[in-house]
């Protein structure tokens, strides 16, 4: 098995036992990336100078036998709305093209602290509007098991790289569903932790009181390690929690027995692609025989969950994205002659169709008048989805749903119908909305061998959780170890 | 709540945008569709119900006033497209 | 009927005032003014992608601390919100502020006029929000309309600030002017912030409109902006209050609008067209948690408040028996009023303490520009001694002057001054009889007018007589022995 197939845990073995380097990993993940990122296009920047010196230094971590972490030469891809200090970070905007910020965000620092080397920047949807990375102002990323398709969205380049083995793992961010459904779109792991558990401090924002920066990987072992060494609060996030981060690895259970998983009606409907119930069907069937008790619950708010979401989430964005003015950075227009011109030429010039539509929604939603109907009332109603939520949680440890009601769609499919597209997010959005934690893990192939996800979900802070139960089912299956043939 | 065109305008402005009059054909008619979706939620009974800020409450998150360092100059200018005497230039304002 | 007599002014005043803090309201750089543009920046004071704003503990202390002297009610549960605008100075395009749950609410102050009359003007709310930064303007006049270009320096952005926002209670600019100057005294004595108008650290916009007494509604209001100083605070809304009465007298509409107050021109003039019409879609911060305030915590805050000006005030009147007026001028500064109480102790003159505090030492630190009482030679130990020198007949008040005048710009002490100079006054009546017989001798004319009945011309022997004596011999003895000599 060459080692850019291999997972964190069997290549942090392979190091410790001094069989292999840093670098032979990250050559073999170079040499994965040069076959065949130019049929998938994940990475929109790959950090080969930058990756070597911190294979370099890793190296020297392990040779020395010091500060060796499970990451320590571990290659790890970036979405590329993190900060990275002196490193193009785009958001896949033109606004941005070529920008580089002047510092770097918190989970970098972490991950750099732990000894991971950095791939490079991997492609999403501008600024994280979309569900298809098709938004990218330079590029649709493609779906490693069918080129034809999407990668999901909007962290589709951190997901496609993990599925295509141009990493070992990746850094996704998640605000209705980005690291999840692109997880279950390309068969990988991919977590959203609960809100406040990874500082946000460098992710550049979509929507403040959603977003929330996870691992993907090819196993919930590796995303167990990853997000041990990303959780914690930041001083520089004042969102972040002060709650005390297990060690999620060492905790883990293969063992479901008596744990109740809750099935939520409302996920269970008609449009939901035939294989996919079915897939569900069988999952549910592996863990009643690991002896998972299975309990039917609701929740009543489930259907104003997506309407709740494009009224806040677009709010947020629109004045998270107003600071793209073109005076300090990013893309002027120099010919305008005044200051409000230069706004609107340089903003206009700069952001993609979705992005705009995005920011208009929002302000419009915003504005004086529509506020109290608009605005407050989804503040109103995400309330009541929370409280749904925590009546569940009174009677069941973890919740279990579809992450996406279709397996993967065809690039430009739904590109030209925003709301069929902002559907696709309608499991995934929910649990967001009431900051939950939450992961998608494979579970499944259609007719077409496109493959199918999960969603497993906690109360707040409840990672070790759903760890627990999604590792029992890895355990137990083998659709996480499937790799797409390119 | 229907969105015309005039409301299209005025939020491009708001949102200081340069919009095109063919974004904005399609732009009224795409926010109309999502919005009239949305309005959904008004049937919805919320009037017991206070609106939820933040995904997982928190209080009181406070630093202590300690300085910390400032940017260096060349990182501050790094990326800004126009400079001059340490500012930041911008063009004629009113 | 004059138009004052016809219409009745409306003023609520809106106060920004910088806080004084070491670091800004969301982050670590300095709090400081006058550096080099663009030093004290970092990548949250700057709005950059990805960062984050932090709030500082210091910040809501002082905004507590100033509440409660203000007579508010501190809100136990209080948030951040965002207001959203485009502005070249605002690098995230909001502003941090606090929309529907500021810190403070509902207070007032009373304001005391030179007749001693004490109003009570309300308080709205004080709420706690960031600074934006700074536009230099590249054009010979420094004015925002003439400028091609701008440049900004963003310093000042994330400063932290209070805005205080008052009632529609005043009634005059000398109500403005008051209201301006206790607001002023009271972020002082807290030590909440510097109020120094020139480095911009306290800033005023005024809603002004007019309606003829009698009215119970409120008249059209326009928000002037751009007052640099108190003075210009009351000139501006001098003159607005007069546009205003003369619109309104020549049956013309006043519009909603804001203007800018120009000092050079000592006009106002409108910004009409500029940004067209408002909507900041305020709402709540999702960066910021909420902040909640303790019974416990406001209660420690109260315990640190000191004797505010007008409580100071009011004792200076008790104590001292001061009028209401030198009451309020010496109360106006924590240091001042220290200073005058030294002095009023040392040398139990209280009366007189303020008379030569109010009078003549105010007056020379005005002309010599220094605002600072402490750095002024003449210290309260010294000041007290001359007043003793008064007291007890060594020099008479006039002398003093001389010895005042001296004091002030060599800080010698004032019997050293008195003696150097010779001033010690005259009370021995031999030596004070030899001087009026001497002039008596000169002016035989004038005696014999005295004599024939034209008794004020006693006034012009009495000046000889102190002119011959170079202000020394004591006045009264000099009085009473002229008359004995006169037979008057
Ligand atoms: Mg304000
Ligand atoms: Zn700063």
């Not at chain 1, 980005?178 to 279950?184: C, R, T």
């Not at chain 1, 119908?417 to 649990?431: E, G, H, K, V």
């Not at chain 3, 028996?321 to 040392?346: H, M, N, Q, R, W």
């Not at chain 3, 030899?434 to 009495?462: H, L, R, S, Y």
Request: overall charge neutral.
């Amino acid at each position: 098995m060459e080692l850019y197939q291999q997972t964190i845990e069997e290549l942090h073995k392979a190091l410790t036992e001094k069989k292999i380097k840093p670098k032979d990993i990250l050559d073999s993940v170079y040499q994965r990336v040069d076959a065949v990122d130019h049929k998938v296009k994940a990475y929109l920047l790959v950090t080969k100078e930058l990756a070597y010196t911190m294979a370099a230094t890793a190296e020297d971590r392990l040779m020395k036998n010091e500060n060796v972490t499970e990451l320590t030469g571990i290659p790890i891809g970036l979405k590329d709305n993190m900060c990275l200090e002196g490193v193009p970070t785009t958001c896949a905007a033109k606004m941005l093209a070529g920008y580089r910020p002047p510092y770097t965000a918190t989970v970098l620092k972490k991950l750099t602290a732990a000894g991971a080397v950095f791939t490079g920047k991997l492609n999403m949807d501008e600024y994280a509007f979309g569900s298809s990375t098709e938004n990218s102002s330079f590029f649709p990323t493609h779906n490693p098991w069918d080129l034809e398709r999407v990668p999901g969205g909007s962290s589709g380049g951190s997901a496609a790289a993990v599925s295509a083995d141009m990493c070992i793992a990746s850094l996704g961010s998640d605000t209705g569903g980005s690291i999840k459904q692109p997880a279950s779109l390309c068969s990988v792991t991919g977590f959203k932790p609960t809100y406040g558990r990874v500082s946000r401090y460098g992710l550049i924002a979509f929507a403040s009181s959603l977003d929330q920066i996870g691992p993907m990987t090819k196993t919930v072992r590796d995303n167990a390690i990853m997000l041990k060494h990303i959780a914690g609060a930041d001083e520089n996030d004042s969102t972040s929690a002060a709650i005390n981060i297990p060690n999620y690895l060492k905790d883990i259970k293969t063992d479901v027995k008596g744990l109740r998983i809750g099935l939520p009606e409302e996920y269970f409907i008609d449009g939901i692609q035939k294989e996919v119930k079915e897939a569900m069907q069988a999952a549910i069937e592996v863990y009643k025989k690991l002896g998972a008790q299975i309990v039917k619950v609701n929740l009543l708010h489930t259907d104003y969950a997506v309407d709740v979401y494009y009224v806040v989430a677009p709010a947020e964005a629109s004045s998270n994205l107003a600071r793209f003015d073109g005076v300090q950075y990013g893309l002027r227009d120099t010919a305008a002659q005044n200051m409000i011109d230069m706004y609107k030429r340089s903003r206009q010039q700069g952001f993609g169709k979705e992005t705009k539509r995005r920011i208009m929604l929002g302000t419009y939603v915003l504005s004086s008048g529509y506020y109290e109907a608009y605005y407050k009332k989804a503040q109103k109603v995400r309330a009541l989805i929370k409280q749904d939520f925590d009546e569940a949680f009174k009677k069941v440890d973890i919740l279990l749903t579809p992450t996406s009601p279709t397996t993967s769609f065809k690039i430009g499919e739904k590109s030209g119908d925003p709301l069929t597209m902002y559907l696709s997010d309608i499991f995934t959005i929910a649990p967001n909305l009431a900051g939950l934690p939450g992961m998608s893990i494979p579970c499944g192939f259609d007719e077409k061998n496109l493959p199918i996800g999960m969603q497993l979900l906690a109360k707040p802070f409840g990672e070790q959780d759903i760890f627990n139960a999604a590792n029992a089912f890895q355990y137990a299956t083998d659709w996480h170890t499937r790799r797409p043939k390119i | 709540m229907a969105i015309t065109k005039k409301d299209v305008e005025y939020i491009a402005h708001l949102s200081r945008l340069e919009i095109t009059e063919e974004e904005k054909v399609m732009y009224t008619e795409q926010l109309s569709n999502i919005l009239e979706h949305v309005n959904k939620l008004q049937a919805v009974n919320t009037d017991k119900v206070e609106p939820m800020i933040y995904a997982i409450e928190m209080k009181n998150v406070m630093r202590e006033d300690v300085v910390k360092p400032s940017l260096d100059k060349q990182k501050v200018f790094a990326a800004a497209p126009s400079i001059e005497n340490n500012g930041f230039k911008v063009p004629k304002i009113i | 009927m004059s138009l004052k007599e016809k219409y009745e002014i409306v003023i609520g005043l809106e106060v920004h005032a910088e806080l004084n803090t070491k670091t800004k309201i969301f982050c670590g750089c300095k709090n400081e003014f006058g550096a080099e543009a663009n030093t004290y920046v970092c990548p949250n004071c700057l709005g950059l992608p990805g960062s984050l704003p932090v709030f500082n503990k210091q910040v809501l202390h002082h905004a507590v601390k100033a509440g409660l002297a203000l007579n508010c009610t501190i809100a136990h549960k209080s948030k951040f919100d965002r207001k959203n605008y485009y502005y070249p100075d605002l690098p995230k395009a909001y502003q941090i502020s606090q929309f529907d749950m500021p810190i403070a609410v509902k207070g007032y102050l009373d304001i005391v006029n030179k007749q001693g009359e004490k109003k009570r003007l309300g308080i709205t709310r004080l709420h706690m929000e960031e600074d934006a930064g700074k536009l230099i303007h590249l054009t010979k006049t420094g004015q925002i309309a003439d400028a091609e270009e701008s440049l900004v320096d963003y310093n000042r952005g994330g400063v932290p600030l209070a805005e205080i926002v008052s009632e529609p209670d005043m009634r005059s600019s000398e109500d403005a002017y008051l209201y301006l100057s206790a607001v002023k005294a009271i972020l002082k004595y807290t030590n909440v912030s510097d109020c120094n108008m020139e480095e911009g650290s306290l800033r005023c916009d005024a809603n002004i409109s007019i309606r003829p007494f009698g009215q119970e509604k409120l008249g059209v209001k326009v928000e002037v902006k751009n007052m640099n100083s108190f003075n210009n605070v009351r000139k501006a809304i001098d003159y607005e209050v007069e546009r205003q009465m003369q619109m309104a007298e020549a049956g013309e509409a006043i519009i909603q609008e804001t203007r800018l107050w120009d000092a050079g021109k000592a006009k106002t003039f409108s910004m009409r067209g500029k940004e067209g019409a408002h909507d900041y879609r305020y709402f709540p911060e999702p960066d910021l948690p909420i902040l909640e305030t303790s019974a416990e915590y406001i209660n420690t805050i109260k315990a640190e408040l000191p004797e505010l000006p007008l409580q100071k005030a009011e004792r200076f009147i008790s104590q001292y028996g001061l009028p209401a007026y030198d009451a309020g001028v010496l109360t106006s500064e924590i240091p001042l009023a220290d200073y005058f109480e030294k002095v009023a102790k040392l040398s139990a003159e209280p009366k007189l303490s303020s008379n030569w505090i109010m009078g003549d030492l105010l007056a020379k630190m005005n002309e010599a520009g220094e605002a600072d009482i402490e750095k002024v030679k003449v210290t309260p130990e010294k000041l007290a001694k001359m007043l003793g020198l008064i007291k007890n007949a060594t020099i008479s008040g006039k002398i003093a002057k001389t010895v005042f005048e001296d004091m002030y710009a060599t800080g010698n002490d004032p019997e050293q001054i008195v003696k150097e100079k010779g001033l010690v006054q005259i009370t021995d009546t031999k030596a004070i009889e030899e001087v009026i017989d001497k002039v008596i001798a000169a002016n035989p004319a004038i005696v014999a007018e005295i004599k024939g009945g034209k008794v004020q011309a006693m006034g012009f022997m009495t000046g000889q007589i102190m002119k011959e004596s170079k202000g020394k011999a004591n006045p009264q003895l000099v009085n009473e022995l002229l008359k004995k000599k006169l037979g008057v």
